[in-house]
């Protein structure tokens, strides 16, 4: 986030000192943003940036404990610069929170500066391989020049000057990091999904004729139901990755020509997609080590770790619930364009069908369930705003009547975004497919339904609200899925082969190429320091005594 943010926050100036360095890793550095006292509300952020005009300085301090930056990656040993996000002051007014590049660490000898308190925050679920770090400031003084000054600037007398055209350029970054993060979500979840599904064509368990051969365990209809939707929705999240890669791109160069309209929905779709892919990603790893019985939960099968590592994704880079009350901001805004006859940008037109007070035909075909789930999003979206205005007409204020929706605002905000998916996943795989084999673009159409399926038998109370689905309709989708996973298995194994991961990048005795699970399990039961010896010297110091009653 080091690098990415001297890009999008800095003047070409500044870029042209700091990012040198940067890339040519002469300088570390780590984005500390959050506080012990705060992370999702960086308005309430406490490290201040006071400047004093007489030394042309910005004096850094943390007034309070809840002050400190916490969490930063890198931070505690290994960065020597930080951007630091601060309330920044001069002549005596606070102009909201800032990026300033601090270096907090000598280059050669990588003590800390004076005025400067850092630390590691000690052991985490996962991420342990990265020293997340506490640092303080005690009136430690950086150049005006340290200010990244592409959004605002602080002349030398102290006048502040604002430049960024829209309110929130300084959020760049975690728009984009949160970009990057779908995509993470859909490789993490295809590593997990390879490790169980070769496993589960490995491992046999239970015969159901006592004569007959163990089954192995991927023929069962639960373990594909576990599973298949697993490897469709890795396909799904990198799908709509690149989609949302290109919306990114294509908002950024709209804002470089001064162009900031598309800002807002890029925001609410990053937002969304970012919350459900890393929640989807994080649910599904774990529902793959689940698959893999006792085995599943040995860190050598990989999926311990795989888990601990996306589950953080959930949380950082703005919390599951925060990002889609963004999202329902967005939602809400667009309902009232609605209203007023206004035209709706692309991901929010289907809104209009919210205000036919019908309900959407049943029809079970891919398109048709697509059709469905934006009904479901739509009407979802209608009642949240039938329960917000009938708290503003009983008297609360705007943000008392928002904050008691906000259960039914994210549940709107949630249907959107499967729907956005939805409706990406399968014009990408149809795009995708135009040339490819019948035998290719079968299989490929065959998790889409999967996706598409799962999701609408998950979601039956809403689609009997918004849709003229019946029970009977309901009863036979059933069958449909539970069919389809039959036809998925055969190619089940090569499916995810073809997700192409080495096993040097699985670190997996279960999801090994090779299949060689129980010689891999023993192998690195061998490595367990306790096998060094037969007997450990807790016998003597602690188990002998105590079967002698000397304890
Ligand atoms: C592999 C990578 C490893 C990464 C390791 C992890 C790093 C980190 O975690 S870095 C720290 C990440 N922290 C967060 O993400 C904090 C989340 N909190 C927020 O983003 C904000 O506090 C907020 C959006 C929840 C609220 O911000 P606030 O200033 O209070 O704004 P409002 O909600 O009042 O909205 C005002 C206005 O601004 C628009 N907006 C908000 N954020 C953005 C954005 N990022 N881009 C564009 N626009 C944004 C928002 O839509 C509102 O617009 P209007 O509705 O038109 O007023
Ligand atoms: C592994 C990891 C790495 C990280 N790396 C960095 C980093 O490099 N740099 C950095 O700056 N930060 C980093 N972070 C911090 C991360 O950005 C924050 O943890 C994240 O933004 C959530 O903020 P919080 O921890 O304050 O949670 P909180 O916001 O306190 O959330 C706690 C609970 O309160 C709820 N909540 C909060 N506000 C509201 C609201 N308005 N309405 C409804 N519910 C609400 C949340 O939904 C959640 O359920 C990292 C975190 C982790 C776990």
Redesign the pocket.
């Known amino acids: 986030?080091f690098v990415p943010t001297l890009m999008g926050q800095c003047t070409p100036e500044q870029q042209a000192y700091w990012l040198p360095r940067a890339l040519d890793m002469q300088i570390i550095g780590t984005?500390a943003?959050?506080e012990l006292g705060h992370?999702?509300?960086?308005?309430g952020l406490e490290t201040t940036a006071t400047y004093d005009p007489e030394t042309e300085t910005f004096v850094m301090n943390s007034p309070t404990l809840t002050s400190y930056k916490w969490?930063a990656?890198g931070l505690a040993k290994t960065v020597n610069y930080c951007i630091v996000v601060a309330q920044l002051y001069t002549k005596g007014v606070c102009h909201g929170t800032h990026p300033f590049i601090v270096q907090i660490r000598d280059e050669e000898t990588h003590m800390p500066r004076p005025g400067v308190k850092v630390g590691d925050i000690g052991p985490k679920l996962g991420f342990n391989t990265a020293d997340n770090g506490y640092l303080g400031f005690d009136n430690y003084r950086i150049p005006r020049d340290n200010m990244m000054m592409k959004n605002a600037q602080v002349l030398k007398d102290g006048t502040y000057v604002k430049v960024a055209r829209?309110?929130?350029a300084t959020?760049?970054t975690?728009?984009f990091?949160r970009v990057?993060?779908v995509n993470?979500a859909a490789f993490n979840l295809a590593k997990a999904c390879t490790i169980a599904v070769r496993y589960s064509a490995i491992r046999r368990q239970c015969s159901p004729d006592s004569e007959g051969s163990e089954l192995q365990v991927l023929d069962y209809s639960t373990q594909q139901h576990k599973l298949f939707i697993c490897i469709a929705t890795a396909h799904a999240l990198q799908l709509n990755s690149t989609w949302l890669w290109k919306t990114f791109s294509d908002t950024l160069a709209a804002i470089k020509q001064g162009n900031v309209d598309t800002?807002?929905e890029l925001?609410?779709l990053s937002s969304c997609l970012k919350a459900l892919s890393t929640a989807d990603a994080a649910s599904l790893i774990e529902q793959c080590r689940h698959a893999c019985g006792g085995h599943g939960y040995m860190m050598s099968s990989g999926l311990p770790y795989l888990y601990a590592f996306v589950t953080a994704t959930r949380t950082?880079?703005?919390?599951y619930t925060?990002l889609l009350l963004?999202t329902a901001?967005?939602l809400v805004?667009a309902y009232e364009q609605v209203e007023a006859g206004k035209p709706l940008t692309p991901t929010v037109s289907y809104l209009s069908q919210a205000f036919t007070g019908k309900k959407l035909p049943w029809d079970s075909s891919p398109d048709g369930i697509i059709r469905a789930f934006q009904a479901l999003a739509a009407g979802k979206l209608s009642s949240t705003v039938k329960s917000l205005r009938k708290r503003l007409e009983s008297g609360l204020s705007y943000e008392q009547a928002w904050e008691l929706s906000t259960i039914q605002l994210n549940g709107a905000a949630e249907a959107h975004c499967r729907a956005v998916m939805s409706q990406n996943y399968k014009s990408e795989i149809e795009r995708l497919t135009v040339n490819s084999s019948p035998n290719v673009k079968l299989v490929l159409q065959q998790l889409y339904k999967v996706y598409l399926y799962y999701w609408a038998l998950e979601r039956t109370g809403d689609l009997l609200l918004y849709t003229s689905i019946s029970e009977s309709d309901i009863f036979e989708l059933q069958l449909r899925y539970e069919g389809l996973l039959k036809e998925i298995r055969p190619n089940a194994v090569g499916i995810v082969d073809a997700f192409d991961l080495r096993d040097e990048v699985l670190h997996s005795a279960l999801g090994s190429y090779d299949g060689n699970v129980y010689e891999r399990l023993m192998a690195e039961a061998q490595k367990s320091p306790l096998n060094a010896e037969p007997v450990n010297q807790t016998f003597h110091t602690y188990l002998k005594p105590m079967m002698k009653g000397k304890l």
């Open positions: 986030m984005y943003q959050t992370g999702t509300f960086i308005r969490w990656g829209h309110g929130k959020y760049g975690m728009v990091v990057l993060l993470e800002l807002p925001h609410a950082y880079e703005g919390d925060i963004q901001r967005f805004k």
